[in-house]
T-cell receptor, first 112, second 113 residues
Framework: DAGVTQSPTHLIKTRGQQVTLRCSPK?????VSWYQQALGQGPQFIFQ???????QRGNFPDRFSGHQFPNYSSELNVNALLLGDSALYLC???????????FGDGTRLSIL | DQQVKQNSPSLSVQEGRISILNCDYT??????FLWYKKYPAEGPTFLIS?????DKNEDGRFTVFLNKSAKHLSLHIVPSQPGDSAVYFC????????????FGGGTRVLVKP
């Protein structure tokens, strides 16, 4: 039973570019959330998708957008990359809103 | 405004002894609390949770205690094992365990053989 899978594992971009990160939830899970984890800090919530709609959103600018597909997989898009966007981006999925979230191993994004 | 705080950045404990990790929160709307463990180069792994209607939840070697009046929770690991060496995050959510999680900054635990 595959857990949450994310791709790519590492990515290097330059300022001003755009990036797309991908996530496949754990089998049977229909809710996907994205988090940003800066070095030495706890993860920060970006947004959550359910039934292909953004259900909740954290304090992130509109440069951060997402999408959920009919098979429940999800994408995180970041436009106009800044140096401060360098972080580990974590995807999490849950069976429903009442169940704990399970995390993937993340995508390490470095901005030069 | 940090709504969830873990004031101890690190903890060292001897194998076989108890590890106690602490977490404080400020938002009284939080009603679910979770602990995650994170190894390097891996994502956080869910350990144990507790809802605000309880004051204790136990799962094997892991017990979480919640003191709502003090807005404080703790994770006890007994007995501690070398494989428990990791970073532990406290997290909280409003309304349901699967909702937006607000995390603390983490506590690095080292269990010495």
């Amino acid at each position: 039973d595959a857990g949450v899978t994310q791709s790519p594992t590492h990515l290097i971009k330059t300022r001003g570019q755009q990036v797309t990160l991908r996530c496949s939830p754990k089998s049977g899970h229909d809710t996907v959330s994205w988090y940003q984890q800066a070095l030495g800090q706890g993860p920060q919530f970006i947004f959550q998708y359910y039934e292909e709609e953004e259900r909740q959103r954290g304090n992130f600018p509109d440069r951060f957008s997402g999408h959920q597909f009919p098979n429940y997989s999800s994408e995180l898009n970041v436009n106009a990359l800044l140096l401060g966007d360098s972080a580990l981006y974590l995807c999490a999925s849950s069976l429903n809103f009442n169940q704990p979230q399970h995390f993937g191993d993340g995508t390490r994004l470095s901005i030069l | 405004d940090q709504q969830v705080k873990q004031n101890s950045p690190s903890l060292s404990v001897q194998e076989g002894r108890i590890s106690i990790l602490n977490c404080d929160y400020t938002n009284s709307m939080f009603d679910y609390f979770l602990w995650y463990k994170k190894y390097p180069a891996e994502g956080p792994t869910f350990l144990i949770s507790i809802s605000s209607i309880k004051d204790k939840n136990e799962d094997g070697r892991f017990t979480v205690f919640l003191n709502k009046s003090a807005k404080h929770l703790s994770l006890h690991i007994v007995p501690s094992q070398p494989g428990d060496s990791a970073v532990y995050f406290c997290a909280a959510s409003e309304g349901a365990a699967g909702n937006k999680l607000t995390f603390g900054g983490g506590t690095r635990v080292l269990v010495k053989p």
